[in-house]
C-alpha cells in the first residue's frame, strides 16, 4: 500500500497547474489591463485578456474540485483497506479463541465419557466385593478383584492420556501450595512399601533433619515420586530403592536409586519420550504406559526444576530431580502463576503493577524513621481501596510492592496512576525525611507475558 | 437418619452410589437432570446434594448458582463430582460458592467420608 504522498504526485501536480491558473495567470491579466494596455489602440486586446483571465480562473477552480475529488476517493480507498485488514484480524482471534475452547472441552469431553462407564464399573464391582447386594464366595471374590484391578489399570492409562493431551494443549496447571517434601515422600511410600515388600525389596529413606519445604502441587509431585519409585522397582530383581533428599544453594534434590537393571547407552535418549517402555520389569509391577516419564518431566520443568537420570547397564539406576526450595519469591511466582491459570481458564485479561520504593539506607537517619517506613508498606498493604475481592497486594522484598489486579490492557494505565496516588500518599510523611522516589512497572497478561516470571521480569524491564 | 441428593444424568451411577450409601444408613434422594434436582432441592431439603458438573441443558454450575440464589437452598451443602484436575470446574465451583469435590470414578470410602463430614456439618 503506496502513502498518501507518493500517491498523490499526479495530483500535487494538477493542484500546481490549477493554483497557478487561478492566481498567476489572472494576475498577469490584471497587471497587462492595468499597465500594458496603455499605448496599445487594439480594443480586442482587453477583451482577449478578460476572457483569457476568467477561463483560467474556471479551469482552476475545475482541478481543484478533481486534487480534491481524488483525494476523497484516496482516503475512502485507505479507510477501507484498513477495516478489511482489521475484520481479517479480528476473525483470527475469534478462530484461535475457538480453537482454545475446543481443546478444552475435547479434554473435559473425554474426560467425562471414558470416566463414567469407569466410575459405574468399578463402583458395581467394589460393591460385590464389599457384599452389599449379598455374600460372595471366595471365588467369586477372586474374580472380582482382578476385575477391580483391572478397571484402576484403566483409570491409570486414562489418566496418563488425558494428562499427556493436556501437556501438550499447554493446559496442564500447577496449583502451588507450601509443602514439605518429607510429607510427599511418605506419601509414595505409604503406597509403594508392600510393593517392595512383596518382592523382597529393601526402600529406604534418607532426609534431612531440617524439614525441606517447597512451592509445589502436592498430587503432581506425588505422582512424579510414584512414577520414579515405582520403576525402580518394577525394574529390580534384588537389593533395593533409596529415596533420599537434599539441599544445596537454594535447590531441593531428590535421588531415587536401585540395584537394578540399569539403562543401556542406546535407550537413554528415548527416555523421556511418550510411549518409551524400555527393558523386561522382573515379576510383581504394574504395566505401563511408557507415558509416565514424560508426564513427570513436564510437571518437574512446570514447577521450575530439572529431571535427569544416571545409569549403567547391570549396574542400576539414579533418576533425580531438582525443584526451587520455598522462598517467598517462589511463593510470589506461584500466587502470580495461578493468576495466569485463572486467567487463562476464564479468557480474562489481568496485570501486574510493580511500584519500587527507592531510597538511600542512612545509617543516621535513625531505627525510627526505618520503622516509619515499614510501617507505611505494611498500611499499603493492608489498604484494600479500589481493590476487588479477586487482586492481591504482594511484598517483595522491603522495597518493592506488587498488585495484581483484574483489569485489561486498556484501564490498566489509570489503575497505575491511582494507585501511584495511593503509595505516594500513604509514604509522605516518611518521603520527605528519607528521599524516596517511586518507579512503576507494569506487565499485562497475555501481551507481555504469558507465564510468570515473563510478566515479572516485563514489569522490571520498563520500571520508570 | 441424613438425606443425600445425587443430581446425575446418569442413573447407573446414581444407582450405584445410592446402594453404597444406602448401605452405610443414609437416605438417598435421585434426580435425573438438573431441573429435577433443584426441585428436589427445595422440596425434600437434604443433608448433602451431590452434583455432577457434565449434565445437558442446565449444568452443575447453572443447578449451583440458582440453589445459592435462593435462600432455601443457599447454605444447603454441595460437594462436585467432576473428572481429575479439571481446574477450570473447580475455579469455577469456587466462585460460585461449592463446599468440596469428589473425583470420579471415587473411591467409596473417600465418597463415605465426604458424606459423613458435609452431613455432619449441618
Known amino acids: ?464 | 437418619m441424613k438425606k443425600v441428593l445425587i443430581v446425575d444424568d446418569e442413573p447407573e451411577f446414581a444407582d450405584m452410589i445410592s446402594m453404597r450409601l444406602e448401605a452405610n444408613g443414609y437416605d438417598v434422594i435421585t434426580a435425573g437432570d438438573g431441573a429435577e434436582g433443584l426441585v428436589k432441592a427445595r422440596e425434600e431439603n437434604p443433608d448433602l446434594i451431590l452434583l455432577d458438573v457434565m449434565m445437558p441443558n442446565l449444568d452443575g454450575f447453572e443447578v449451583l448458582k440458582r440453589l445459592r440464589n435462593s435462600p432455601a437452598t443457599a447454605d444447603t451443602r454441595v460437594v462436585m463430582l467432576t473428572a481429575r484436575g479439571e481446574t477450570k470446574s473447580i475455579f469455577r465451583g469456587q466462585e460460585l460458592g461449592v463446599d468440596d469435590y469428589l473425583i470420579k470414578p471415587c473411591d467409596s470410602d473417600e465418597l463415605l467420608a465426604v458424606c459423613q463430614k458435609y452431613c455432619r456439618l449441618r
Open chain 1, 1 to 464: 500500500m503506496e502513502k498518501l504522498s507518493s500517491i498523490s504526485q499526479d495530483a500535487r501536480r494538477q493542484l500546481g497547474i490549477a493554483v497557478a491558473l487561478i492566481t498567476v495567470i489572472p494576475a498577469l491579466s490584471i497587471f497587462y489591463l492595468a499597465f500594458a494596455s496603455q499605448g496599445n489602440r487594439n480594443p480586442a486586446a482587453p477583451a482577449l485578456v478578460m476572457g483569457i483571465m476568467s477561463a483560467s480562473i474556471v479551469l482552476g477552480y475545475f482541478l481543484v474540485t478533481k486534487y480534491r475529488d481524488n483525494l476523497e476517493e484516496m482516503i475512502e480507498e485507505r479507510t477501507a483497506e484498513l477495516q478489511a485488514i482489521n475484520d481479517q484480524l479480528q476473525l483470527e482471534v475469534e478462530e484461535r479463541r475457538r480453537v482454545e475452547r475446543l481443546k478444552d472441552d475435547f479434554v473435559s469431553t473425554v474426560s467425562h465419557e471414558l470416566r463414567t462407564p469407569l466410575a459405574i464399573t468399578r463402583e458395581g464391582v467394589s460393591l460385590l466385593i464389599d457384599g452389599i447386594p449379598g455374600p460372595i464366595n471366595e471365588k467369586q471374590a477372586k474374580v472380582l478383584t482382578t476385575a477391580k484391578g483391572n478397571v484402576d489399570r484403566l483409570t491409570r492409562i486414562i489418566n496418563d492420556l488425558l494428562d499427556i493431551s493436556k501437556i501438550e494443549a499447554g493446559r496442564m496447571d500447577i496449583k502451588h501450595e507450601r509443602i514439605g517434601v518429607d510429607k510427599l515422600i511418605e506419601h509414595a511410600r505409604v503406597s509403594l512399601a508392600p510393593l517392595a515388600k512383596q518382592k523382597g525389596l529393601r526402600f529406604e529413606v534418607h532426609v534431612p533433619e531440617e524439614s525441606v519445604e517447597v512451592f509445589a502441587d502436592e498430587d503432581r509431585l506425588v505422582q512424579v515420586l510414584n512414577n520414579l519409585i515405582s520403576n525402580a522397582i518394577k525394574f529390580t530383581k534384588e537389593g533395593g530403592v533409596t529415596v533420599s533428599v537434599s539441599v544445596d544453594d537454594g535447590s531441593m534434590r531428590c535421588v531415587i536409586e536401585d540395584t537394578g537393571t540399569g539403562i543401556s547407552e542406546d535407550d537413554m535418549p528415548r527416555l523421556f519420550h511418550k510411549f518409551v517402555q524400555i527393558g523386561r520389569t522382573h515379576g510383581a509391577g504394574r504395566k505401563g504406559t511408557g507415558l509416565g516419564l514424560v508426564i513427570a518431566k513436564n510437571i518437574v520443568e512446570l514447577h521450575g526444576g530439572k529431571i535427569w537420570v544416571e545409569s549403567e547397564l547391570g549396574k542400576g539406576t539414579r533418576f533425580a530431580f531438582e525443584l526451587p526450595v520455598y522462598s517467598e519469591e517462589q511463593v510470589l511466582l506461584g500466587k502470580i502463576g495461578d493468576k495466569v491459570v485463572n486467567a487463562r481458564q476464564m479468557e480474562r485479561e489481568f496485570s501486574l503493577f510493580l511500584w519500587e520504593l527507592r531510597y538511600e539506607t542512612d545509617p543516621t537517619l535513625g531505627e525510627a524513621k526505618q520503622e516509619a517506613l515499614g510501617r507505611a508498606i505494611q498500611h499499603l498493604l493492608q489498604t484494600r481501596a479500589y481493590l476487588r475481592s479477586t487482586d492481591s497486594l504482594e511484598l517483595r522484598g522491603d522495597r518493592q510492592v506488587i498488585l495484581l489486579a483484574e483489569v485489561g490492557r486498556d484501564n490498566a494505565p489509570v489503575v497505575m496512576n491511582r494507585w501511584r496516588q495511593i503509595i505516594e500518599e500513604s509514604l509522605r510523611d516518611v518521603a520527605a525525611a528519607i528521599h524516596i522516589s517511586l518507579v512503576c512497572g507494569m506487565a499485562v497478561y497475555p501481551y507481555d507475558g504469558a507465564e510468570s516470571h515473563e510478566l515479572l521480569e516485563s514489569a522490571e524491564k520498563n520500571l520508570a
